[in-house]
């Protein structure tokens, strides 16, 4: 048996360990109907109904059929995650643009992240949460809300400075900053828990880094503010608006910085001083008293005659750094190395040296060194368990961008994909 066939998961395992709310998170993914599923897979509607209530297992070429047309591996059906705690419910900018579909869509992109992550915190020491607890009175004033946004700032350690990187500091508390998949255009920036961690995903549309600050200080908004409200108002999308700029600009300076006319020139310096946009700079004028109504509505209305991207761009926006860089792990390789050691019941690196070379360890070294090969053995142990178990819930993540569409699979159809084609095929 070739070492690829040994490592496939074969139908008649997943089937034995089938998931139904696996089954509704790929459809839900793939944006297909269970009438279309059905279609694809030569069942009945019905019969998708009961494979995702649990009411009845699908059988081993089924389940390949169903591999096939929502296009992931078989493995995916049987990897063993629960369905995570939610608490709260997802706060999408506009329920008026985007449809149920979309919406559902982005959630299931939300739960596969969850699950990678899940994985990957085993092996890697992922961020503290740290966030400050914030309560609004009912009802709340803007008064309120920007003065939960001067207390997020304390808690930051930000003091009255602009904020260098907002997804960087996001990620140094605890939150999961992640990229939407280019799935839906409309389909904005939205927070949501999974689990023990929230999570913020930005929009691959807004290439701009002044759009990408104040969305990712949006959703924080959200997060602190907006605990078990109902989604879709527009009363928390304008709180959370005004502790984004509060939380990026606080009044107590920008107030003294902003030119007491339209001086476009000093207003491009306080755009790249606090990294927001001059429009989001005229409005918090116009907010604090600095400009007149008529100030106010000849700035908006050069803007517009100017368009978009507005002058003077900062950049591309600010992405979220890759997970290894984003796991705050200050001595890696001793973490994975203690983990490897208690599994293979080593001795620890104090008892007895078995090479002459760790006999006599130079003098200028002030602690014991390792070896050198066990650590490499540490490091393929550590990739290999890794990717063994995050490769059925990775594939749906990666083959987000490979192109294909869902009913148009390559690859066996017993084994449900062509393994090396989900995990390395991906232009």
């Known amino acids: 048996m070739s070492r690829g066939s040994s490592r496939a998961v074969t139908p008649a395992l997943a089937v034995a360990a089938f998931q139904p709310n ?59 995650f629960p369905t995570p705690a939610t608490p709260g419910h997802a706060h999408f900018r506009s329920l008026r643009v985007t449809t149920q579909a979309e919406r559902d869509q982005a959630l299931a992109f939300g739960e596969i992240a969850w699950r990678v992550i899940d994985v990957v ?15 609004l009175p009912e009802p709340a004033t803007t008064a309120h809300v920007e003065g939960a946004a001067i207390e997020a700032r304390a808690a930051f350690g930000l003091g009255d400075e602009p904020i260098p990187h907002v997804t960087r500091l996001l990620e140094s508390h605890g939150i999961i900053v992640l990229t939407l998949p280019d799935a839906s255009d409309r389909v904005d920036a939205f927070s949501h828990w999974y689990g023990q961690r929230p999570f913020i995903f930005a929009s691959p549309g807004k290439n701009d880094k002044a759009r990408s600050r104040m969305d990712a200080a949006h959703e924080l908004g959200h997060l602190l503010l907006h605990h078990d409200a109902e989604p879709g108002s527009q009363i928390l999308e304008r709180q959370a608006s005004t502790f984004a700029s509060q939380f990026l600009a606080p009044t107590s300076r920008l107030r003294n910085e902003l030119p007491g006319r339209l001086n476009f020139d000093r207003l491009h310096e306080l755009k790249r001083r606090w990294g927001m946009s001059l429009k989001a700079l005229i409005y918090r004028g116009h907010t604090m008293g600095v400009y007149r109504d008529h100030t106010y509505r000849r700035g908006m209305t050069l803007l517009a005659d100017w368009g978009y991207p507005e002058p003077g761009d900062l950049g591309p926006r600010e992405a979220p750094p890759s997970l290894g860089r984003r796991c705050a792990c200050s001595h890696p390789t001793v973490s994975i190395w203690t983990r490897w050691r208690r599994a293979r019941r080593c001795p620890s ?79």
């Open 22 to 80: 696996a089954l509704t998170l790929a459809r839900r993914w793939r944006r297909i109907s269970k009438k279309q599923l059905a279609v694809h897979t030569g069942v009945t509607a019905a019969a998708v109904s009961q494979y995702e209530l649990g009411q009845a297992r699908p059988s081993a070429g089924v389940l390949g059929r169903l591999a096939l047309a929502l296009a992931l591996p078989v493995e995916f059906f049987a990897a063993g």
């Open 349 to 427: 690196s104090s008892s007895k040296p078995s090479s002459p070379r760790a006999r006599n360890p130079t003098p200028t070294s002030g602690r014991q060194p390792r070896p050198r090969r066990a650590k490499q053995e540490c490091r393929s142990l550590a990739r290999r368990s890794l990717g063994k178990l995050v490769r059925g819930t990775a594939n749906a993540m990666l083959f987000s961008r490979s192109g294909r569409q869902p009913g148009r699979p390559t690859g066996d159809a017993t084994a449900g994909c062509d393994r090396r084609g989900w995990l390395y095929d991906h232009s």
């Open 121 to 135: 915190q085993r092996y890697l020491h992922l961020p503290e949460l740290r966030l400050p607890q914030l309560d």
